[in-house]
């Protein structure tokens, strides 16, 4: 350590950072076993036990909220995981290399707006009032889709919205992975006569195979993490059936209500059934014979 203390030093920040919040904040786990009381704070508030997770369990929405959690995610990890290595592999073909720069740029940009703008756009292109999809539809002679207030149309929506805003930033770590493969292998394939779907089967996807399993992973272990400020915002009565999910029930329970050791029960939960998801993954991925997290 003293011989590469600048080393170290650098990496204080850093060290800080997940001391402050991540490691610190872990003592307010208690909670989701006492009744807590802001008056008698941590030490003071009466322990309960399981109470809190007997009736988080017991909530008549807890299934619902299940289901509507784990189908937004399957959505995701179904229609949004592979995107982000097609475009890079769609990027990574590119030969020219402004016109590559450019379209990474134009990629990336969706991922620094926030969900408010996101929700905005979402409600001036679909809504039945204002939307240009809806002034098309009836300008054609048509009658107006109800896309934000149908039930049927939610799931669909907020993984689309995701696709939009974060499979360009998706690809950064991917197109990483591809600038490190040799480029010797392919100029041996174009040697061999190997076609540039040859090139990519054999050799751009073998090489980031690692990665594609390392991600995966990390993306099982929040299938019961939903978008919070996405959710909230594109929530409205009429779909709420399908837009209830833990995240805004441990807001509603925790905030709104009071409850804080109802969300702080929550919010545990989810991340024992993150961890459990991680743990299963990576044990079959390696059982698979492919590189895990660990």
């Known amino acids: 350590m003293v011989q590469h203390k600048y080393m170290y030093m650098l990496a204080i920040p850093g060290i800080l950072f997940f001391l402050i919040f991540k490691f610190v904040p872990l003592w307010g786990l208690m909670l989701a076993f006492k009744e807590y009381n802001p008056y008698l704070g941590f030490t003071g508030s009466e322990w309960v036990g399981l109470k809190h997770f007997n009736e988080l369990f017991s909530d008549r929405n807890f299934y619902i909220m299940l289901r509507n959690t784990f189908a937004i995610n399957i959505f995701g990890l179904i229609f949004m995981f592979p995107m982000p290595i097609l475009l890079a592999l769609m990027l990574n073909e590119v030969r020219h290399e402004f016109f590559k720069r450019i379209n990474q740029s134009v990629v990336y940009l969706p991922h620094f707006l926030s969900w408010v703008v996101v929700a905005s756009m979402t409600f001036f292109v679909l809504s039945t009032d204002v939307g240009i999809v809806n002034k098309l539809i009836t300008d054609s002679g048509g009658e107006s889709i109800p896309f934000l207030s149908n039930p049927n149309y939610f799931w669909a929506m907020i993984t689309v919205q995701n696709m939009w805003k974060e499979v360009g930033w998706g690809t950064i770590i991917f197109l990483a992975a591809m600038a490190g493969v040799d480029p010797q292998r392919y100029e041996a394939a174009v040697v061999d006569g190997a076609t540039r779907w040859r090139q990519i089967w054999h050799i751009t996807l073998p090489a980031i195979?690692?990665?594609?399993?390392?991600?995966?992973?990390?993306?099982?272990?929040?299938?019961?993490?939903?978008?919070?400020?996405?959710?909230?915002?594109?929530?409205?009565?009429?779909?709420?059936?399908?837009?209830?999910?833990?995240?805004?029930?441990?807001?509603?329970?925790?905030?709104?209500?009071?409850?804080?050791?109802?969300?702080?029960?929550?919010g545990m939960f989810k991340g024992v059934v993150g961890f459990v998801l991680v743990m299963v993954s990576n044990y079959v991925v390696k059982k698979l014979g492919h590189e895990g997290i660990y």
């Open 209 to 266: 195979r690692p990665t594609i399993f390392i991600l995966l992973i990390l993306r099982l272990g929040q299938m019961a993490d939903v978008g919070f400020e996405q959710i909230l915002l594109m929530m409205n009565p009429l779909v709420s059936s399908l837009a209830e999910v833990f995240d805004t029930y441990a807001y509603t329970q925790g905030i709104l209500k009071g409850q804080i050791s109802t969300g702080v029960t929550v």
